[in-house]
C-alpha cells in the first residue's frame, strides 16, 4: 500500500510494539500529528507542557519498562528544547527514539524559518542520528534507529524528517518488530584470564551499574558473589537492581555513597566491575582510585573499559553471556577475614547514622518508604534530596529508582513520572527539591490533564542546596547567589493547575499528607520545610579521592 511519510512515521511505531510517544506539536511536524489523529485508536500521544518534558517523559517511560521511549517534536526550537532530555538518556545508556521534523528539503540551509541543523547538535549526545532525505528510505531509517537504540549499550537515537519527506508518497510494506543486534560473550582465553585473577583475590568486591539491567544479569552476578564470597555495591544506576536488604548489598559506591560500600570497595585487592562506569562520583580524583587493586571491568562498551581506571582485565561482552562462561571456572571460597572486615564496617557505619529525631530529610524518606510498594516508581530530581533518597529508599524490584545520574539533571523529575506512570501505570513517587521542582512545574498541567497520581514530596529548604553545601564546607560559606529567596507557595500553585496540595512541617503531618497523596486520584503535592543547613554526606573534598570521603561536618 502507499502511505504519506507521516502515515509511515506512526505505522512504522505501531509496527515497532510502541504504545505511548511523548511530543509538543509544530509547522514542521504538523502532517504526522495529523496521522496521530488518523492512528489514535492504535497508539497514544500525550501532549506535554513543554519538549523538555516530553524527552524526559519518554525516558521515564524507558527506564521504568526497558521498552524504547518516542519523543516527537518539530524543528527549531522544539528540537532544540529536547536536546537536554537526549543528553539525559545518553549519559544514563537510556533507549530512545527521537523524531524531529525539519523544513522541506528545497529549503535546508537558507536559514528558512525555525531551521535548525538538529543532527549537528545532537551527534555528541546520540548513538546515531539521521537526516531522512527521501520518503523511500524513511521507515527502513526508522526501524534501524529502533534496533540501535536497544542494542548493545542502549541509548538515544534521532531521526530528522524534512517536511516534504513526510508528505511524500511511497510503499509501505509492514514488518515484525526488529530485535537488537546478536550478543556476545567474550573469548574463553580473556574469560579464563580474568577466572584466574578472581580465583587469587583475598578481598573480591563486585561493583555493578545499569548494564546488569540492560542485560538482564542479575542472576548470574548473585551466584559469582556466592561463589567468591563478595560484598556487592552499585553506581547510582544500579540502585534497585538488588533489593535494598539484600544480605551482600552494601548500597551505593562513590563520594556520596553508603559508607561501608565505599570503604570495603577502596580496601578490595580485586574489583569485578559489571556493566559500569569508574565515573569521577564513583572514583573521586582517578589518579588516586584503587592504586594496587587489580580491576576486571566487563562492559558492552569497549570504550569505557581503561577510559578513567586502568583494569587489568578488560572485557568487551555482553555481561549475562560472559558471566555464563566465566561461572564454571570460578572456585567456591570462603573469605572470614574479609567478611568480618565487612561486618566492621557496616558497624561503623550504622555509628555514623543520622540518628536524630523528627523532620530530617532522613527520617523523612524512611516515612514514605512505609507507602512504598514493591511495583511503585520512586523518581527524583537532582540536587541533595536524589542523594537523601538513594541512600535511604527501600527498593524491592528492578526498575524502580529513576533518577539523573550521568548529566544530572535539574528538572528531570516530573516528566520522568510522567513517563513512568504510563508505563506500569503504578503510582508514581517523585522525590525533588524546590530549586528542581521550578525548572519543571508547568508539567503539573499534563499530569493534571491525564489524572496521573503522582505523589510530589517537595523537601523545601529555600536554597539550592547541593551548590550551598560546596559554599559552606569548601568555600568559607559565600553564599553567592544560592539563597533563593522566592516566596512560592507549591500548594496554591497546586491548587491553581487543578492539583491537590498540603505543607507539612513534621514527621505526623508527614505522615498524615501521604496517606492523603496515596488515595487522590490525581497529583498530590506535599510541600516539607527542611533546614538550609542540612548536609548530605558522605562528601569529597575537591581533588581527593573516595579513600578520603569526609563522614561528619566538622572534619
Known amino acids: 500500500m502507499f502511505l504519506t511519510g507521516a502515515d509511515i512515521i506512526i505505522k512504522v511505531l505501531i509496527e515497532q ?3 505511548v510517544v511523548f511530543g509538543y506539536p509544530g509547522g514542521q511536524i504538523i502532517d504526522v500529528y495529523d496521522s496521530l489523529y488518523k492512528y489514535q485508536n492504535e497508539i497514544k500521544h500525550i501532549l506535554t507542557a513543554h519538549e523538555q518534558g516530553a524527552a524526559h517523559a519518554a525516558d521515564g517511560y524507558a527506564r521504568a519498562t526497558g521498552k524504547v521511549g518516542v519523543v516527537i517534536s518539530t524543528s527549531g526550537p522544539g528540537a532544540t528544547n529536547l536536546v537536554t532530555g537526549i543528553a539525559t538518556a545518553h549519559l544514563d545508556s537510556i533507549p530512545m527514539v527521537a523524531i524531529c521534523g525539519n523544513v522541506p528539503t528545497s529549503q535546508i540551509g537558507t536559514d528558512s524559518f525555525q531551521e535548525i541543523d538538529i543532527t549537528g547538535i545532537t551527534l555528541p549526545i546520540t548513538k546515531h542520528n539521521y537526516f531522512v532525505g527521501s520518503v523511500e528510505s524513511l521507515a527502513d531509517t526508522l526501524r534501524e534507529a529502533f534496533k540501535l537504540a536497544k542494542s548493545g549499550r542502549p541509548g538515544p537515537v534521532l531521526v530528522d524528517v524534512p517536511k516534504d519527506v513526510q508528505t511524500a508518497l511511497c510503499k509501505y510494506e509492514p514488518l515484525p518488530a526488529v530485535k537488537p543486534f546478536e550478543k ?3 573469548k574463553d582465553i580473556r574469560i579464563e584470564q580474568a577466572s584466574d585473577c578472581i580465583n587469587n583475590a583475598k578481598r573480591p568486591f563486585i561493583y555493578f551499574g545499569g548494564g546488569v539491567l540492560s542485560s538482564d544479569a542479575k542472576e548470574e552476578m548473585l551466584e559469582l558473589a556466592e561463589k567468591i564470597d563478595a560484598p556487592i555495591g552499585c553506581s547510582m544506576m544500579g540502585l534497585s537492581v538488588l533489593p535494598t536488604d539484600h544480605p551482600r548489598f552494601l548500597g551505593m559506591q562513590g563520594m556520596h555513597g553508603h559508607y561501608a560500600c565505599t570503604t570495603s570497595m577502596n580496601e578490595a585487592d580485586c574489583i569485578i566491575a559489571l556493566g559500569a562506569r569508574f ?13 594496587r587493586i587489580d580491576i576486571v571491568h566487563i562492559d558492552i562498551d569497549g570504550s569505557e573499559l581503561s577510559k578513567n581506571v586502568n583494569a587489568v582485565h578488560g572485557l568487551r561482552a555482553d555481561l549475562k553471556l560472559t558471566l555464563q562462561k566465566l561461572l564454571p571456572l570460578i572456585k567456591e571460597s570462603k573469605k572470614p577475614r574479609w567478611q568480618s572486615r565487612i561486618d566492621d564496617l557496616k ?6 547514622r543520622d540518628k536524630r529525631e523528627g523532620l530530617t530529610p532522613q527520617n523523612a524518606i524512611k516515612v514514605i518508604n512505609k507507602h512504598l510498594t514493591e511495583n511503585t516508581p520512586v523518581v527524583t530530581d537532582v540536587g541533595q534530596h536524589q542523594v537523601w533518597t538513594a541512600q535511604n529508599v527501600f527498593l524491592k524490584k528492578p526498575r524502580t529508582f529513576i533518577s539523573s545520574g550521568g548529566l544530572g539533571t535539574m528538572g528531570f523529575g516530573l516528566g520522568a513520572s510522567i513517563g513512568a506512570y504510563f508505563g506500569t501505570k503504578e503510582r508514581p513517587v517523585l522525590i525533588t527539591g524546590d530549586g528542581s521542582f521550578g525548572m519543571s512545574l508547568t508539567e503539573l498541567a ?6 496521573i497520581p503522582v505523589v510530589i514530596f517537595i523537601m523545601n529548604n529555600g536554597v539550592l ?14 553564599y553567592s547567589n544560592t539563597t533563593l529567596e522566592r516566596k512560592t507557595d507549591f500548594v496554591a500553585l497546586a491548587n491553581a493547575f487543578g492539583a491537590e496540595g498540603i505543607s507539612v512541617s513534621s514527621l505526623d503531618d508527614l505522615e498524615k499528607a501521604l496517606s492523603l497523596g496515596f ?7 506535599i510541600d516539607c520545610s527542611i533546614g538550609k543547613d542540612e548536609l548530605v554526606l558522605p562528601t569529597l573534598a ?6 578520603d570521603i569526609i563522614v561528619k561536618a566538622d572534619e
Open 446 to 451: 499534563t499530569a493534571v490533564k491525564h489524572q
Open 519 to 525: 488515595k487522590a486520584k490525581g497529583p498530590f503535592i
Open 279 to 291: 565515573n569521577d562520583r564513583v572514583t573521586g580524583n582517578r589518579h588516586k582510585f584503587a592504586p
Open 347 to 352: 558497624a561503623e557505619e550504622e555509628l555514623l
Open 17 to 19: 510494539e510502541c504504545d
Open 465 to 478: 542546596g547541593m551548590v550551598r553545601q560546596m559554599q559552606t564546607m569548601f568555600f568559607d560559606k559565600h
Open 184 to 186: 556476545f560473550a567474550a
Open 542 to 547: 575537591p581533588g581527593d579521592s573516595v579513600g
